[in-house]
């Protein structure tokens, strides 16, 4: 029996979503996934074809960051606090740059329109540059020990480095900036990531990032196959207050056809593919 081809996509597992001091936007339960997520790479890690690794990228400023916005009364507005189109017609929040306010409408009006989110002024987080945007060490480290196993390279993918839109999804902007190929779908990727005959995604956080990139993923694959998707419930954890989001994302994908497994089924399943390849 052939080998599977077998692709690990990890989105965002970088130290500003680790729940431990120094993080900018700590996703409880996030270093646990990590570890989970590092043991199966050296558990199984001769199983798996390719890593691909996604990395949250952004700058100081931007319109989902604080310092992009102002209320009406110049004073600040506070991370995870909502801006909808209509608050900044109302004159609520204003954009502190002038002629910001135009543009802005026109992505929220499109954002909103979309249905998927409405625009989170977060913290600053992964600022490209900083301790916070660099990978968890243990996964890392567990990843490097692969590549030097394997001799070829964990790939990596940038995302977010437009300030003018949100990129929850690592394979599309959430409103495509038509200025900036970068924001349009990643056709590339995920024609890659169809050749694999399984899709294992892991990372953070899954009420964001690995839900928007999973469901572009679904969506966009030509193949159609959704079942050839794996998502490794236990090694990824909600943003604290979406807990109900990151359970609905789990729900529609398995209803998709994808499959919600755990790390050690993973391990198991690679295992015995292991063993019927060598027995073949």
Known sequence: MAARNVQLLIIDPQNDFMDRPGAALPVAGAMADMARLAAVID??????????????????????RPAFWQKADGSDVAPFTQVSAAQVRAGEFVPRGAGGRDRALAYLDALE??????????????????WGHNVQEDLRAAY????????????????????????????????PDPQDPETELNRRLVARL??????????????????????HLVESLPSGRAGKVMLLADCMSPVAGFEAEATAFLQAMAARGVRVAAAKDLVAELARQAKSTTAG
């Not at 977060?122 to 540059?129: A, T």
């Not at 590549?147 to 480095?161: A, D, H, W, Y």
């Open 144 to 175: 490097n020990r692969w590549e030097r196993e394997t001799l070829q390279p964990v790939r990596k993918v940038f995302k977010g480095m437009n300030a003018w839109t949100e990129m929850y999804s690592a394979l599309q902007a959430e409103v």
């Open 194 to 215: 169809d050749e694999a005959d399984l899709v294992v995604v892991a990372g953070e956080a899954s009420s964001h990032c690995v839900r928007a990139t999973t469901e």
């Open 43 to 64: 558990a199984a890690g001769a199983s798996i074809s390719g890593i691909t690794l996604t990395l949250d990228s952004h700058h100081s400023v931007g319109i989902e």
């Open 113 to 130: 329109a979309r249905g998927r989110y409405r625009l989170m002024v977060w913290p600053v987080h992964c600022e490209i540059g900083t």
